[in-house]
């Protein structure tokens, strides 16, 4: 199950890297890419957490979690940009990356809180 995750982590962040390349269209800078790399910060986080957590009792409430959060921030960025795209759909990049942020620390709370104690 933590490879599914992992993978689906990984297929989100491609997806989501693309996504924002797309949307800046010709306008591509270094500030933009700062915005890119912000927004893959919470997915290199997860992949990490993920990779960390040894204990299948913890594994499985971190993939949830590292699974909702790779299905909710790509349902977040299409919606911004195809659904209902507007002049403020930028700020979707930032979004994402700042409300996965809590998503990580709380798994990472709850991958430390069910760990196997030695």
């Not at 995750?5 to 491609?14: E, G, R």
């Amino acid at each position: 199950m933590k490879r599914i995750a992992a993978l689906l982590l990984v297929a989100a962040w491609v997806l989501e890297f693309a996504l924002g390349i797309r949307a800046m269209e010709d306008r591509l800078s270094l500030s933009g890419l700062g915005f890119l790399l912000l927004l893959s910060l919470p997915y290199l986080l997860g992949l990490g957490l993920l990779r960390l957590t040894r204990s299948p009792r913890a594994a499985t409430p971190v993939t949830g979690l590292m699974i909702f959060l790779a299905l909710a921030g790509s349902a977040v960025l299409l919606d911004a940009f195809y659904i209902h795209p507007d002049p403020q759909s930028g700020l979707a990049l930032i979004t994402v990356a700042v409300y996965g942020m809590p998503i990580v620390a709380l798994a990472g709370a709850i991958g430390y809180w069910l760990r196997e104690r030695n």
